[in-house]
């Protein structure tokens, strides 16, 4: 399976001296990886309710802090023998729902006092962020394990979270609208440069119609 290493501001993983004695500690509590996808998944949530709320720098606090977990389950997993395909969908799955809920608060807190713009670039800042994940997701059913780019996860979580804290909301939503869509962009040229142009089998047809 190919592989590409792409322009990423910031790496994937925290550097070892810093995850292993943690992951260490977790490791004896008998947590699992799934406990801490779910842990930071519920923090997400108080985050995005922080944020309906207007209570924009706890809600930067709280989203940095239990968005650290996403660095965290991963490394157990494999620290732990751990790791299982269903870990990896069931993490993404709940990313996505984080970052989801995270801009779908501050949407809420938008529409309730008529601020038609930045309703607008929640939208588009959730748009671009999961279709980021999903050309990914495409690319890599067709060999091609694109993992890094412009505005990946972490990149968003950091900007979202330090934005929430400053407030400077307007601000980071355009960014993240602007830089979420070049990253698609960035993405899909990508993939029309590395993956075969060859025609799809009936078979993988059907796969990408679901």
Same mark, same amino acid.
């Given at each position: ?30 947590? /699992? ?16 309710? *922080? ?28 620290? /732990? ?36 713009? %930045? ?32 505005? /990946? ?25 602007? *830089?979420?869509?070049? /990253? ?23 796969? %990408?119609?679901?």
């Amino acid at each position: 399976m190919g592989k590409l290493r792409s322009l990423a501001l910031v790496p994937r993983r925290a550097p070892k001296q810093i995850i292993d004695p943690i992951v260490g500690l977790i490791a004896r509590t008998g947590l /699992t990886p799934n406990h801490i996808s779910i842990i930071g998944f519920a923090g997400n949530l108080g985050a995005a309710v *922080l944020a309906a709320r207007g209570e924009f720098l706890w809600a930067g606090v709280v989203m940095l802090l239990f968005s650290a977990m996403d660095m965290l389950d991963g490394a157990l997993a494999r620290a /732990t023998g751990r790791a299982t395909k269903f870990g990896a969908v069931f993490d993404a799955t709940l990313d996505r729902m984080s970052e989801a809920a995270l801009l779908g608060g501050l949407c809420f807190y938008f529409v309730e006092r008529g601020q038609t713009e %930045q309703t607008v670039l929640c939208f588009a800042a959730l748009a671009g962020s999961l279709l980021v994940s999903y050309v990914r997701a495409q690319t890599l059913s067709q060999g091609l394990d694109m993992q890094d780019g412009l505005f /990946t996860r972490a990149v968003r979580v950091i900007l979202l979270a330090v934005v929430l804290m400053i407030d400077q909301v307007r601000i980071g939503l355009w960014i993240l609208a602007v *830089l979420t869509s070049a /990253t698609v962009v960035q993405r899909l040229y990508v993939a029309w440069e590395r993956l075969p142009k060859e025609a799809l089998s009936d078979e993988l047809e059907k796969e %990408q119609d679901s």
